[in-house]
């Protein structure tokens, strides 16, 4: 990889953004605590090139176990073989969190269209309602389809 | 996204699975407490009320994260001591 030209700007612009990176560094230290331009730029450039360690690591993970992709297992292995196997618990609790909420919103219909989404928040009257209406509608399609399929039956006969 | 970005600027670095970024991303909101905790008792005990490199610098940082000492890329302004030693 090449060299960094700003810190935390690598040619490829592969990094965090500074300015979230600070509010996240200040909110993890107490209030009357000031944190010097040099230290920032540190602490930044750590966390970019922990990302790099976990994610090269997790590769030869994945290697090992003739895998193609990353997985979620390959990280944690990773993690275990770093030395940093104290994090592994809540990390996997947070990969359980992820995985719950990507079900819940499957099961929501979640990213299927603005249409659909907002059937998690009807009541169940209005739920009802809106099947009545759809059936109706369906109902009226097919009659109207019926009808229409029936008619040049009616002036065959009406030929003859 | 970012995350993935920086994941897959390496490339040796393949396809990645969607839940990875989370995990990566927590592992390091931990790892930054970590270090900052850290530094922060050395800030603490030479009676300083700026957190600064040379907080970061100290030994008890290069012993806590050994393994990060030689991924550490030079900065522009300065090299960290810890980075120094190491070389030595």
């Known amino acids: ?160 | 996204a970012r995350i993935k970005k920086i994941m897959q600027a390496d490339e040796d670095v393949g396809k990645i699975a969607l839940a990875v970024p989370v995990l990566v991303s927590k592992a390091l909101e931990l790892f930054l407490q970590d270090l900052c905790d850290r530094t922060y008792e050395i800030t603490l005990q030479r009676g300083a009320k700026t957190m600064n490199s040379l907080h970061l610098n100290s030994e008890t940082i290069y012993n806590g994260f050994p393994i990060i000492r030689e991924r550490i890329k030079d900065l522009q302004d300065f090299q960290p001591n810890w980075l120094i030693m190491y070389r030595k």
């Not at chain 1, 929501?108 to 009545?132: D, F, I, S, V």
């Open chain 1, 1 to 160: 990889m090449e060299p960094m030209d700003i810190v935390g700007k690598s040619k490829e612009d592969a990094s965090l953004p500074k300015a979230t990176m600070t509010k996240i560094i200040k909110e993890m230290l107490p209030p009357d605590v000031r944190v010097a331009r040099d230290a920032q730029d540190l602490l930044i450039e750590c966390c970019v090139e922990f990302i790099n360690l976990v994610s090269s690591e997790s590769n030869e993970v994945c290697n090992r176990e003739d895998k193609r992709t990353i997985a979620p297992e390959h990280v944690l292995k990773a993690l275990q073989v770093l030395g940093f196997g104290e994090y592994i618990e809540e990390v996997y609790a947070a990969y359980e969190q992820h995985k719950l909420e990507t079900m819940q919103d499957s099961l929501r219909g979640g990213g299927g269209g603005g249409k659909w989404n907002n059937g998690a928040e009807m009541t169940e009257e209005e739920a009802l309602a809106e099947q009545q209406r759809m059936f109706a509608e369906a109902r009226a399609r097919m009659n109207g389809g019926a009808i229409a399929s029936k008619q040049p039956d009616a002036d065959q006969s009406l030929d003859s």
